[in-house]
């Protein structure tokens, strides 16, 4: 034999082998696929059949070994799957969803539909498990075939099949009617008994979303979005979802209150998204998150922080902070600038600071009946005078109102700390609503400024540092909101012009202290005059001294001279219109104080030393703001005691210097001491109030004695005057800072204006 001859014998056994018969490796396979459906694979050898499907793909047949097991899935879905899951079907569930007809019952809708769903369930387990196995076995024309020819693996096209074949089968005498569209009808009937408290079994359920999301709209399987359980199911789910919670949302307004509301919309925001854990899908929790947001509480929540007698203002007027916390909570999901929650709760702050302001203005329902202390003793010996009592009732009230305004400031504060998660939108409107109640009050400057007053006057006192630090910032909490700052400098001005002058501040280092607050919340220019004015208070200091030396090196030197302490101020920095006498309409307002000899003399002494230090300027005293010791002799006191040292204002001083050129026994009417003095009416009035009407400090007599001061009353030196201290101390009556009459009050007004235009025009001129 050559060699051509055994060439050519090679390759006809080559060719022998090529040759394959398909039919009968393809019965071997078909009947291990039926095997495998009839749940007999192990009586199967996989590795002998992977090797037959292997040889028909090698061998050129993997197209008709793909459409084969096409084929045979189809047939078998055909006439034993579906069968099976018709079946499941009762003829009742086929009337729609929500499942009504001859099923009466919750418990049977909830069986019936449990029965349906657990057979689809097999099912699609068993399909699934079933082409797991053929897949393993096919697996070479998969990766080959498939791969090749870009067509479907064979796992993927039985999905489909199922999916055309089973999930998408019409229903027999149904027209209109698919196991699909009523596998999703039981599915939400199932969710809505949930919802309603029902117990149902979720896994069935599960496995059904399983399924869903294992099919696709494609053949080859495809990306996600093209998953039935988003294409089919989810927009059914979600518009059921959306019709019931917009139901529930009137029927929920209707029957509870805000606060049963608001906890039931945050307890079914929780079973939502616990519901798409453990039931459904997660790829639904966002969106099934924005349905009940916009339905159960986008659209209802305006209408709960309105209901009356539970929404948010009967929430704050009680402290309910729990339940003002869910309405924040839930209003923060649906609207980022909660403009509903600010509304009502700028409202409310309104109303509470302008029933406020309404009890400020009628004093007898702000303040009840105020308790006089009486009058008692310091430990240094001294008796009290009327200004040691409590303030008066318009003083109290204006007290009274800056502690309300300030409770009510503290009470939001703890909202929004508490409840509101110190939101700075919210923190922004209960800015603007105590801003807009506290303007409307047209006394709030005058208000704060007497609150600051009385509490540096007797507040403080005992107070620890910290306690002062902390009732300064409260007060200027409130000058934060006061948009006439203007207005309540001149005020303060005011108010600590009397304190200084009058030696009743309790604590300099207090003083200073807010002083420096200010500045840093109002700025340097705010405080310029007042610092102008401590400054005034230490040079005064210094000049007193300077001039008590003076005085005692001259050569004329008189024992008996009175001391003088004084206060030079710079009229730039004090208010000096506010610090004036007090005069009646019909009165002029320039005639000074004519003062005794012996003080006149004092007077033009320190003016002498004064202009010849400073060249040029003006002195104007203030006879009004001054205090005096005065040693008064008294027949009728115990011997060795008859000499009383009496505190009084300088007015009071002139008054009772003019007896001393009285006979005993003698008077002098109102009229005369007016004449004599040049004291203004009402200065003279006060002062005549507090020597000859109040019992304590009864230094004068008064005939006829009453409470009323009248120009002819006469008066007299009260010789039987009894104290057992050595130093009286006489206030004023009626004196201090008391709130402004109406006609203070405009007077005020018109000065401020004048101010500001000035301030105005000066503004324009460095702008042209």
């Known amino acids: 034999m050559d060699c051509s001859e055994c060439l050519l014998k090679s390759f006809q056994g080559l060719a022998n082998t090529d040759a394959i018969d398909f039919e009968p490796l393809w019965a071997i396979l078909v009947a291990s696929l039926r095997e495998i459906h009839f749940k007999n694979a192990s009586l199967l050898n996989f590795e002998e059949l992977y090797r037959h499907a292997y040889r028909l793909v090698l061998k050129r047949h993997g197209e008709t070994l793909y459409q084969r097991v096409k084929d045979f899935e189809h047939d078998w879905l055909v006439k034993h799957v579906k069968p099976r899951v018709l079946e499941d079907l009762n003829a009742n569930l086929l009337c729609g969803a929500p499942i009504t007809s001859t099923i009466t019952t919750a418990n049977e809708k909830r069986v019936a539909g449990e029965k349906f769903l657990a057979g689809l369930k097999r099912a699609w387990q068993d ?8 897949s393993d ?34 229903i027999p005498s149904f027209k209109g009617y698919t196991v699909a569209t009523v596998t999703f009808s039981i599915i939400l009937d199932l969710i809505r ?52 919670y917009r139901a529930e949302g009137v029927s929920l307004l209707q029957r509870t209150d805000a606060g049963t509301f608001c906890r039931y919309a945050k307890r079914r925001a929780t079973e939502e ?83 406020i302001n309404k009890a400020a203005l009628t004093p007898a329902q702000a303040v009840a009946a105020q308790r006089s202390k009486p009058d008692g003793e310091d430990a240094g010996g001294v008796a009290n005078a009327p200004t040691e009592k409590p303030p008066s009732l318009q003083s109290a009230v204006a007290i009274q109102w800056v502690d309300d305004v300030l409770q009510l400031k503290g009470k939001y504060d703890h909202v929004l700390e508490e409840a509101f998660a ?17 303007n409307k009050f047209e006394r709030c400057s005058e208000y704060l400024s007497l609150f600051f007053d009385e509490n540096m006057k007797k507040g403080i006192k005992g107070k620890t540092e910290n306690e002062v630090d902390s009732l300064l910032d409260r007060g200027i909490t409130l000058l934060r909101y006061i948009q006439d700052k203007d207005m309540f400098e001149r005020y303060y001005k005011k108010h600590l012009s ?7 501040c309790v604590s300099m280092d207090a003083e200073r202290q807010m002083i420096s607050k200010m500045k840093v919340e109002v700025g340097n220019a705010f405080t310029q005059r007042l610092e102008g004015m401590f400054r005034d208070m230490d040079i005064s200091e210094d000049e007193t001294n300077l001039y008590k030396k003076h005085v005692a090196n001259l050569d004329d030197a008189d024992p008996d001279r009175p001391e003088l302490d004084i206060y030079v101020l710079t009229s730039t920095n004090w208010p000096l219109d506010a610090m004036g006498p007090s005069y009646r309409d019909d009165e002029t307002q320039t005639p000074a104080c004519i003062f005794p000899s012996q003080i006149q003399s004092l007077k033009q002494s320190f003016e002498q030393y004064y202009h010849a230090k400073h060249n040029g300027r003006k002195l104007s005293w203030q006879a009004n703001m001054g205090t005096a010791d005065i040693r008064t002799y ?79 009353d006469k008066l007299f030196f009260n010789e039987q005057f009894q104290s057992k201290f050595a130093r009286v101390k006489i206030g004023v009556i009626a004196s201090g800072n008391k709130v402004e009459e109406p006609k203070e009050r ?10 500001r235009s000035g301030m105005i025009d000066a503004a324009i001129v460095r702008i042209m």
Not at 127 to 134: A, F, K, R, T, V
Not at 137 to 153: S, W
Not at 424 to 438: D, K, P, R, V, Y
């Open 422 to 438: 110190n939101d700075h939108g919210l923190q922004s409107a209960f800015t603007l609503s105590f801003t807009t109640f506290i």
């Open 273 to 355: 998204q616990d519901r798409c854990r453990s039931t459904l899908s997660m790829l639904s929790s966002d969106k099934v998150k924005l349905v009940l947001e916009h339905e159960l509480i986008k659209a209802n929540i305006g209408d709960a922080i309105q209901m009356p007698n539970s929404g948010v203002a009967h929430m704050l007027d009680n402290d309910q902070l729990g339940e003002l916390e869910l309405i924040y909570d839930l209003i923060s999901r649906v609207d980022p600038k909660k403009e509903e929650l600010k509304k009502a709760v700028q409202k409310r702050i309104v109303e509470s600071g302008t029933e």
């Open 498 to 504: 009397r304190r200084l002058l009058m030696k009743r």
């Open 193 to 244: 008994m949930q919802r309603e408290g029902d117990v149902i079994d979720i896994t069935n359920i599960r496995a059904c979303v399983y399924m869903l999301e294992a099919l696709y709209e494609t053949d080859d399987g495809g990306e996600e979005s093209t998953k039935l359980y988003l294409t089919s199911f989810e927009p059914v789910f979600l518009a059921a979802t959306r019709n019931f």
């Open 137 to 170: 076995v096919l697996m070479y024309m998969e990766r080959v075939y498939c791969q090749d020819t870009k067509k479907p693996k064979i796992f993927d096209a039985a999905m489909a099949q199922f999916r055309d074949l089973v999930f998408r089968a019409e």
């Open 746 to 755: 405009v007077l005020t007004e018109e000065k401020l204006d004048q101010q």
């Open 634 to 712: 008294f027949k009728e006191m115990p011997p060795g005691k008859k000499m009383r040292e009496l505190n009084v204002s300088t007015y009071a001083m002139v008054i009772l210097l003019l007896f001393n050129g009285v006979a005993p026994g003698a008077s002098l009417t109102c009229e005369e001491i007016q004449a004599r003095t040049n004291i203004p009416w009402n200065e003279l009035n006060r002062n005549l109030q507090s020597l000859a009407v109040a019992p304590k400090t009864r230094i004068l007599l008064k005939e006829p004695m009453s409470k009323e001061v009248r120009p002819t």
């Open 127 to 134: 399909h699934h498990l079933c082409m797991g196995m053929s």
